[in-house]
């Protein structure tokens, strides 16, 4: 068994969020992916889903071999068909460690609107398929989809005949991004009392951000015992995307306190790299304001934010810019910013005003923010020097 303070990072950026419309890559893309995952130190990465595609297949087989030696397990998703599987095999079996990820639907909603499939008759399917994957390797996943809107005893019984056939982790997916934190909390509190076996493998969480509940519900199953969880880099992923690795790993570094002090292996440093490689590859920008890795995460413009940075940065940024990547803390200038902030900002451009000449530069400054939206350096620098005597140049 894994250590119970540690939690597993199952990274699948390069399968479900490259899923996302338009974000398809390369096959030398994906590898450039694949080793900045290395870097991140993740323990699984899913490369892909073999059967998809001849390309698929080659791309997978590909990360396989170029990451032996560094310790990182290689995941290829299947359906519960021999074919899948042995297509997922084919391509994790050079891996330092093969994973063979089988799924199916557990809903009735799946089964019968989109498998056809009875109750009992899907049990089976997943007692030949996942004993089969295990014959052939020694790590197994089994994913029962769509989990959050199936039936629990139905899901009790399926994860049963998952662990005896041979599964080592089992997922529970969020798959519709459905589930509120406290429901899917208490899904992983009723599998854990009522499935036999289920001390002896892993249970992972695999959320989808539909009601932007993605991160939360992750937390959650944490906080009930799952110890592997299954994210993407700049929450990439199918619709509104998948759990964002960068929220989790940090929320549980920030608040400890909450979550029993677990965590993960993740080399937090690489995160802005990570995400600026993805967001390049996969031609998908990231939001401003996105948390971690977002452009404005660590920056502040309003004034009383500004002079509280200025004081001590803990008054306001719960984590450094530089565990995550970025090089340093922005203080923006524009109309909300104060005239501690703008001192600050033209003592850096090396421009020490007297507290007469500060008072009129911040009175041009402020004049000229309410015009624009982006104050520049060189307009700060034409401010400093027309106000200090100096000729500006032209």
Avoid at 229 to 243: D, M, S, W
Avoid at 261 to 270: L, Q
């Amino acid at each position: 068994m894994t250590d119970p303070a540690v939690i597993r990072i199952f990274d699948t950026t390069l399968r479900d969020g490259e899923q996302s419309p338009g974000a398809t890559m390369s096959i030398e893309e994906k590898i450039q992916v694949a080793e900045q995952l290395v870097r991140l130190n993740v323990d699984i990465i899913e490369a892909g889903f073999p059967a998809a595609s001849p390309g698929d297949l080659e791309a997978v087989k590909e990360i396989a071999q170029r990451t032996k030696g560094h310790g990182v397990a290689i995941a290829g998703l299947a359906r519960a068909s021999t074919s899948d599987i042995d297509a997922a095999w084919e391509a994790v079996r050079d891996a330092d460690q093969p994973v063979i990820h089988v799924f199916l639907a557990t809903s009735g909603i799946h089964l019968t609107h989109k498998l056809n499939l009875g109750y009992e008759e899907a049990r089976e399917r997943v007692k030949v398929m996942v004993a089969y994957a295990r014959n052939l390797c020694p790590t197994v996943e089994f994913s029962a989809e769509d989990a959050t809107r199936s039936d629990w005893d139905y899901l009790c019984r399926v994860f049963e005949t998952a662990i005896k056939s041979g599964a080592t982790t089992i997922n529970i997916p969020d798959t519709v991004g459905y589930a509120m934190p406290h429901e899917y909390q208490a899904l992983f509190c009723y599998l854990r009392e009522r499935v036999p076996g289920i001390e002896d493998v892993v249970m992972s969480a695999h959320c989808h951000n539909d009601l932007g509940m993605a991160t939360a519900n992750t937390l959650a199953a944490i906080k009930a015992g799952a110890r592997q969880i299954e994210v993407t880099i700049n929450g990439l992923g199918e619709r509104a995307g998948n759990t964002a690795m960068e929220e989790v790993v940090m929320a549980l570094r920030t608040r400890p306190d909450c979550f029993g002090n677990v965590d993960s292996r993740i080399n937090a440093r690489e995160f802005v790299a990570a995400s600026q490689l993805v967001s390049h590859h996969t031609a998908i920008p990231v939001q401003p304001n996105k948390a971690v890795v977002g452009a404005n995460a660590f920056s502040h413009e309003a004034g009383i934010h500004q002079d509280g940075m200025l004081k001590n940065r803990m008054t306001y940024e719960i984590m450094t810019p530089q565990s995550v990547g970025w090089t340093d803390t922005k203080l923006v200038l524009g109309k909300h910013s104060g005239r501690h902030g703008l001192d600050a900002r033209l003592r850096q451009l090396g421009y020490k005003l007297d507290a007469g000449q500060l008072k009129v530069a911040y009175r041009r400054f402020v004049a000229l923010a309410d015009e624009k939206k982006h104050i520049t350096d060189a307009d700060l620098i034409y401010i400093a020097e027309t106000g200090m005597g100096i000729p500006a140049a032209v």
